[in-house]
C-alpha cells in the first residue's frame, strides 16, 4: 500500500509548522506530507499537540510559522473565499460528533450539500442524502434528532455529512474515542470503506493502537510538540524504543 | 560596630526586598487585567464589526432569519401577555386610591396608557425579553461552541457569524418593538380589567379616554428605543454565547451574563433615551 501512494501527487505538505498558544508551545518544526490515497495516522498522547495540528490544518486555528499547502495551495496566504473553497474538498470529522443539536439527521446532511453544492434539485438532495446514510448504515435514522442517537450512531451520522459533499481529503480527529470495542472496530472498518469507496486521501489523529493497526498506511507519532518517529505499523511495531513499546505492547 | 550595623541592615533588606517583590507582583496582576481589558475591547469592536459586515452580504440567511424571528417572537408571546397584561392590571389598582384622592379618577385610562406606552412596556418587555431571548441565545451559541458545532459550521463553507449572529441580532432588533406594541395593548386591556374590579366602564369609554392624552408622537420615541434594546438583547447573547469558553460551565456562565449585561444596558439605553427625549422636548 505504501509502495502504491509513494508515486502518487501530495495532498497535503506541511513545512517547519510552529503553534504556540502564550508562552507555550504546542508544536514546533512539524514537516509532513499526506499522499494522494493514504492514510496517514497521527499518533501521539493527549495533550501532544494532535488536535492542534488538525485544526491548523483546516484553518480554524492560525499558525505561528511556517507553511501548509493543501491540494497545492498554500493555505497561510488564501483569504476568506479562497479558504472556504478549500474547505468543500475536506471533510473534518470531529472529536464530539458536533451534530447540529436543533436539526434531524436529514437536516444535518442537508445543511452542507446545500451550501456547497448550490445547483443540486431537492430530488438529488433527497438521493445523496439517502446514500451516504445507507454507506454509513443508519438510513432509519434519517429523522431521528441527535439527542436520540447513541455515541457510535452520533459519529457515523457526522462521518456521513462529512461524505455527503463528496470531500478528497478526510481528516478524522480522535475518531474512536469514547466508543465501546465494538463499535471503535465498526468505525475503523467504515474509515477503510470510505478510503476505498469514495477514493479520498486521509490523516487520523488518534491514540488508539487497534484503530491505528486497521487504518494506517503511514504513521507519524508527535511527542511534546515534535516528531518523534514516522515509519510504516511494521517499524513502529518492531521498535525497541521504551515510548512507542508501551503503545504497541 | 560593622557587626551590629550588618544585623540591622539584614532584616531591613529583606523587608524591602518583600516589598519590591509584593510590588512586582501587584503590577503584574495589574498588567494581566489591563491586558485582559484591551482583549476584550479588541474582541467586542471586532465581533461588532464582522457582524455588521455580514449583515449587508448578498447570501443573506432568510429562512434561518425567519425561523428565529418565530422563535424569538412567537415563542415569547404567552410570556409577554402575561407580563403586559398584569403590568396594566397592577398600575391601575395601585394609582387608583391616589387619583380618587385628587379627584382626578377620569384620567386613570390616560395616565395609564401615557405611562404604559412611552416607559413601562418598553422597559417591562425589553427586561423579560432579556431574560428569556437573552439567556436563550447565550446558552445556545454557548453549548455549539462547546460541542464545536460553530467549528463544524465554519469547516462546511458557512459563515456561523452570517448564519447564527446575524439571523439572531435582527430577529431580535426587529420582533422586540412588535412585542412591545403588543404589551402595550394588552397592557391598556389590563388596566380596563383593573379599572372595573372596583368600578364599572365600558371597554368602548375607557380606551377612547385612554387614548384622549395619548398622540402619535409619543410612540416614537418608545418604539425607536425599543429597537435599540431588541439589538442590544440580540447582540449581547451572540456574543456572550459565540466567545464562550470550552468547558460546559461557560456555557452558564454566557447564559448568565447575557442577562445581567443586556438588562443593564436596556436601563442605561432607557435613560440615554428619556434624556435625549426630554432634550429635544417630544
Known amino acids: ?234 517499524s513502529f511495531e518492531n521498535e525497541s524504543d521504551l515510548l512507542i513499546k508501551s503503545y504497541f505492547n | 560596630m560593622i557587626k551590629k550595623t550588618t544585623s540591622t541592615l539584614i532584616p531591613s533588606l529583606d523587608k524591602a526586598k518583600g516589598q519590591i517583590i509584593k510590588l512586582s507582583e501587584k503590577t503584574i496582576v495589574k498588567k494581566e487585567e489591563a491586558n485582559s481589558f484591551l482583549t476584550n475591547v479588541a474582541d467586542v469592536t471586532l465581533f461588532l464589526t464582522k457582524t455588521t459586515k455580514e449583515t449587508f452580504t448578498r447570501d443573506f440567511e432568510f429562512k434561518e432569519f425567519l425561523r428565529q424571528c418565530f422563535e424569538i417572537g412567537y415563542k415569547t408571546l404567552p410570556l409577554i401577555s402575561i407580563t403586559g397584561t398584569i403590568m396594566g392590571l397592577v398600575l391601575t389598582i395601585q394609582s387608583r386610591p391616589i387619583l380618587i384622592k385628587f379627584g382626578a379618577e377620569t384620567l386613570l385610562p390616560s395616565m395609564v396608557a401615557v405611562s404604559i406606552i412611552r416607559e413601562m412596556g418598553p422597559v417591562i418587555t425589553a427586561l423579560i425579553c432579556a431574560g428569556k431571548i437573552g439567556s436563550g441565545i447565550g446558552a445556545e451559541l454557548g453549548s455549539m461552541k462547546v460541542t464545536e458545532q460553530i467549528d463544524a459550521m465554519e469547516v462546511s463553507s458557512t459563515n456561523p457569524i452570517r448564519y447564527l449572529v446575524v439571523t439572531r441580532v435582527l430577529a431580535t432588533t426587529i420582533m422586540i418593538p412588535i412585542l412591545v406594541l403588543y404589551a402595550d395593548g394588552l397592557g391598556i386591556l389590563g388596566s380596563w380589567i383593573g379599572a372595573n374590579i372596583k368600578g364599572d366602564v365600558s371597554f368602548l369609554l375607557f380606551f377612547s379616554r385612554a387614548f384622549k392624552h395619548v398622540e402619535f408622537i409619543d410612540f416614537i420615541p418608545a418604539f425607536t428605543k425599543s429597537f435599540f434594546f431588541g439589538a442590544v438583547i440580540g447582540l449581547v447573547g451572540t456574543y456572550q454565547g459565540y466567545n464562550a469558553g470550552r468547558g460546559t460551565e461557560s456555557v452558564g456562565k454566557a447564559a448568565n451574563t447575557a442577562v445581567v449585561l443586556s438588562s443593564l444596558l436596556v436601563i442605561i439605553i432607557d435613560m440615554i433615551a428619556v434624556q435625549i427625549t426630554d432634550m429635544i422636548a417630544i
Open chain 1, 1 to 234: 500500500m505504501i509502495n502504491q501512494v509513494k508515486n502518487s501527487k501530495k495532498v497535503v505538505e506541511i513545512i517547519n509548522l510552529k503553534k504556540s498558544f502564550g508562552n507555550q508551545i504546542i508544536l514546533q518544526n512539524i514537516s509532513l506530507s499526506l499522499m494522494e490515497g493514504e492514510n496517514l495516522v497521527i499518533l501521539g498522547k493527549s495533550g501532544s499537540g494532535k488536535s492542534v495540528l488538525i485544526k491548523c490544518l483546516i484553518g480554524l486555528l492560525t499558525t505561528d510559522s511556517g507553511q501548509i499547502n493543501v491540494f497545492e495551495e498554500n493555505m497561510n496566504s488564501s483569504t476568506g473565499k479562497e479558504l472556504a473553497l478549500l474547505r468543500e474538498k475536506i471533510g473534518f470529522l470531529f472529536q464530539s460528533s458536533a451534530l447540529y443539536d436543533s436539526m434531524t439527521v436529514r437536516q444535518n446532511l442537508e445543511f452542507p450539500l446545500r451550501r456547497i453544492k448550490k445547483n443540486l434539485t431537492e430530488n438529488q438532495i433527497s438521493e445523496k442524502v439517502n446514500e451516504v446514510l445507507e454507506n454509513v448504515g443508519l438510513i432509519e435514522s434519517i429523522n431521528k434528532m441527535p439527542s436520540e442517537l447513541s455515541g457510535g450512531m452520533r459519529k457515523r451520522i457526522s462521518l456521513a455529512r462529512t461524505l455527503v459533499v463528496d470531500p478528497q481529503l478526510m481528516l478524522y480527529d480522535e475518531p474512536t474515542t469514547g466508543l465501546d470495542p465494538i463499535t471503535s472496530n465498526e468505525i475503523s472498518l467504515l474509515i477503510l470503506d470510505i478510503q476505498k469507496k469514495y477514493k479520498t486521501s486521509s490523516i487520523i489523529i488518534t491514540h488508539d493502537i487497534k484503530c491505528t493497526q486497521k487504518t494506517a498506511n503511514r504513521i507519524i507519532m508527535i511527542e511534546d510538540g515534535l516528531i518523534y518517529k514516522e515509519g510504516n505499523l511494521e
